[in-house]
């Protein structure tokens, strides 16, 4: 009697349990017909609410679990999504969507080896299943992007590694691997606001992602807001003390702005050999750092304005404006060079490019001085024909004159080559047009200040070098070349 009654105790423990256990089951497939009822209408968060319902109700059950994993999947959740397929699968190995969740799981999260093995579980299970076979072929796809864009990364082939990393994350849209790599290499192509904006994203996502404070912090530092970007590579390292990349760059960006600032300092101070020092061992610092090394190049070449050192300015400036097409410093700088070499066809190009970029009063007449110099250069030279200073006297215009044209007369040279009488006429017709305008106080004015010297009737063409000759040394008969000797003659004035 007393093994029956345990026996009735026992069965009667038992039925409510089995009653409870069926209406369990009876709810939690209520709860999975109305997540299936949102889902279909793309009300996810719903749908994911009554999925959980089911779970908390049958918690063994793979399909809530595969259900809630599909959800997430859709709410962008990946990594939540990724634990419930795990799940799925691990109640129920056979369960070929599970394993196929698991995989688009890892895929999207970067994760492209454990996606394949996934994949080719799902395929042991149905051969034929297409999906299966088009997601382990993008998995595959996926690894050798990465493979390529390692390879490509130390060829410093940065484009060619943003082209990988868009293709992978087409397929893998919540790797922040790949994103971090993407934004790091358009920061080095110089695409600051696309890199910025990736690694904001991550950040929006995830505050402490030390790869995401890095690359902001790599813009702001290429872009030469170098004591902000030390403050990303700060907080980066606070993240991640064996960063190595933010350790490396937040050295360097420390030594750059200390070596600029130093140089600066020097160059205030009027000590250009030691500014010239200090900009050279900042320019070795990164070359990657275009901005900072174009300003750093401006720098010196203007250091090596103020040691007249002008080609060398030339060279730096530039160096700079190869780095940075948009500098006007550098262009201004190097067009100044260019002036004051002589070299007015360099100068007029590049405050052209200028005056372009800015149109301002100062630089319109920056370019219209060039532009009046380049006139000058091509005129010739009547200060130089008759050997004189640009300030010089009417009475030393008229010496010179003397002297050049006794100097190169015809008749003087009557003796000599074919070749030596034509070019020594020549000089004697150039010496004469030289005193001619030099002489004349209008014509004088025109020709200093740049103006035509053929309008308003001054042709060049018009006059003869004898006549202006004759009239200086008091007309015709007023004087003559003697010989006194070999190669020697003697001027006898009547």
Same mark, same amino acid.
């Given at each position: 009697?007393a093994a029956a009654a345990e026996c009735d105790v026992v069965m009667a423990a038992t039925e409510p349990e089995l009653l409870d256990d069926e209406e369990a089951?009876?709810?939690?497939?209520?709860?999975?017909?109305?997540?299936?009822?949102?889902?279909?209408?793309?009300?996810y968060n719903e749908a994911y609410n009554y999925y959980t319902k089911a779970i908390d109700k049958c918690p063994k059950n793979a399909s809530y679990y595969g259900?809630?994993?599909?959800?997430?999947?859709?709410?962008?959740?990946?990594?939540?999504?990724?634990?419930?397929?795990?799940?799925?699968?691990?109640?129920?190995?056979?369960?070929?969507?599970?394993?196929?969740?698991?995989?688009?799981?890892?895929?999207? &999260? %970067?994760?492209?080896?454990? +996606?394949?093995?996934?994949?080719?579980?799902? @395929?042991?299970? #149905?051969?034929? !299943?297409?999906? $299966?076979?088009?997601?382990?072929?993008?998995?595959?796809?996926?690894?050798?992007?990465?493979?390529?864009?390692?390879?490509?990364?130390?060829?410093?082939?940065?484009?060619?590694?943003?082209?990988?990393?868009?293709?992978?994350?087409?397929?893998?849209?919540?790797?922040?691997?790949?994103?971090?790599?993407?934004?790091?290499?358009?920061?080095? &192509? %110089?695409?600051?606001?696309? +890199?910025?904006?990736?690694?904001?994203?991550? @950040?929006?996502? #995830?505050?402490? !992602?030390?790869? $995401?404070?890095?690359?902001?912090?790599?813009?702001?530092?290429?872009?030469?807001?170098?004591?902000?970007?030390?403050?990303?590579?700060?907080?980066?390292?606070?993240?991640?003390?064996?960063?190595?990349?933010?350790?490396?760059?937040?050295?360097?960006?420390?030594?750059?702005?200390?070596?600029?600032?130093?140089?600066?300092?020097?160059?205030?101070? %009027?000590?250009?050999?030691? +500014?010239?020092?200090?900009?050279?061992?900042? @320019?070795?610092? #990164?070359?990657? !750092?275009?901005?900072?090394?174009?300003?750093?190049?401006?720098?010196r070449g203007t250091v090596n304005s103020k040691l007249r050192k002008l080609d060398d300015a030339i060279e730096d400036c530039t160096n700079a404006v190869k780095?940075?097409?948009?500098?006007?410093?550098?262009?201004?700088?190097?067009?100044?060079?260019?002036?004051?070499?002589?070299?007015?066809?360099?100068?007029?190009?590049?405050?052209?490019?200028?005056?372009?970029?800015?149109?301002?009063?100062?630089?319109?007449?920056?370019?219209? !001085?060039?532009?009046?110099?380049?006139?000058?250069?091509?005129?010739?030279?009547?200060?130089?024909?008759?050997?004189?200073?640009?300030?010089?006297?009417?009475?030393?215009?008229?010496?010179?004159?003397?002297?050049?044209?006794?100097?190169?007369?015809?008749?003087?040279?009557?003796?000599?080559?074919?070749?030596?009488?034509?070019?020594?006429?020549?000089?004697?017709?150039?010496?004469?047009?030289?005193?001619?305008?030099?002489?004349?106080?209008?014509?004088?004015?025109?020709?200093?200040?740049?103006?035509?010297?053929?309008?308003?009737?001054?042709?060049?063409?018009?006059?003869?070098?004898?006549?202006?000759?004759?009239?200086?040394?008091?007309?015709?008969?007023?004087?003559?070349?003697?010989?006194?000797?070999?190669?020697?003659?003697?001027?006898?004035?009547?």
């Amino acid at each position: 009697m007393a093994a029956a009654a345990e026996c009735d105790v026992v069965m009667a423990a038992t039925e409510p349990e089995l009653l409870d256990d069926e209406e369990a089951k009876r709810e939690a497939e209520s709860f999975k017909e109305q997540g299936n009822a949102y889902y279909a209408k793309k009300d996810y968060n719903e749908a994911y609410n009554y999925y959980t319902k089911a779970i908390d109700k049958c918690p063994k059950n793979a399909s809530y679990y595969g259900n809630r994993a599909a959800t997430l999947m859709m709410l962008g959740r990946f990594r939540e999504a990724l634990g419930d397929a795990q799940q799925s699968v691990r109640l129920d190995d056979s369960f070929v969507r599970g394993h196929l969740r698991e995989g688009k799981c890892h895929l999207s &999260l %970067g994760n492209a080896m454990a +996606a394949c093995r996934s994949f080719q579980r799902a @395929l042991e299970l #149905d051969h034929k !299943n297409t999906q $299966a076979q088009q997601e382990f072929k993008n998995a595959n796809a996926v690894m050798e992007y990465e493979k390529i864009a390692e390879t490509d990364f130390e060829k410093r082939d940065f484009r060619k590694v943003v082209f990988c990393m868009d293709r992978a994350l087409e397929f893998a849209p919540a790797c922040h691997r790949f994103k971090i790599l993407k934004a790091e290499c358009l920061a080095m &192509l %110089g695409r600051y606001p696309e +890199a910025q904006s990736v690694a904001s994203d991550i @950040l929006r996502m #995830d505050s402490t !992602n030390a790869d $995401a404070l890095y690359v902001r912090g790599l813009c702001l530092y290429y872009e030469d807001c170098i004591e902000k970007a030390v403050q990303f590579f700060v907080q980066a390292l606070r993240m991640a003390p064996d960063h190595e990349k933010a350790c490396i760059a937040c050295r360097n960006a420390k030594a750059l702005k200390a070596k600029k600032e130093d140089g600066n300092k020097a160059f205030k101070e %009027g000590n250009y050999k030691l +500014a010239y020092e200090l900009y050279t061992e900042a @320019l070795g610092i #990164d070359p990657n !750092n275009i901005k900072t090394n174009a300003k750093l190049y401006c720098n010196r070449g203007t250091v090596n304005s103020k040691l007249r050192k002008l080609d060398d300015a030339i060279e730096d400036c530039t160096n700079a404006v190869k780095l940075d097409d948009t500098y006007i410093k550098a262009y201004l700088r190097r067009a100044q060079c260019y002036m004051d070499t002589e070299q007015y066809e360099e100068a007029v190009r590049d405050y052209e490019k200028v005056y372009q970029t800015e149109k301002t009063k100062e630089h319109k007449q920056l370019l219209k !001085n060039a532009q009046l110099e380049l006139k000058r250069s091509k005129r010739k030279d009547y200060y130089k024909i008759l050997g004189v200073d640009k300030n010089a006297s009417e009475d030393e215009i008229k010496k010179a004159y003397r002297k050049r044209a006794l100097m190169h007369h015809p008749d003087r040279h009557s003796g000599a080559s074919a070749e030596v009488q034509k070019e020594e006429e020549k000089k004697f017709k150039e010496v004469g047009e030289a005193f001619t305008i030099l002489s004349d106080p209008k014509k004088k004015t025109r020709y200093d200040s740049g103006q035509d010297l053929d309008e308003e009737g001054m042709n060049m063409g018009d006059f003869d070098a004898n006549n202006i000759f004759k009239a200086f040394f008091g007309g015709p008969g007023g004087f003559s070349f003697e010989a006194s000797g070999p190669g020697n003659f003697f001027f006898q004035f009547g």
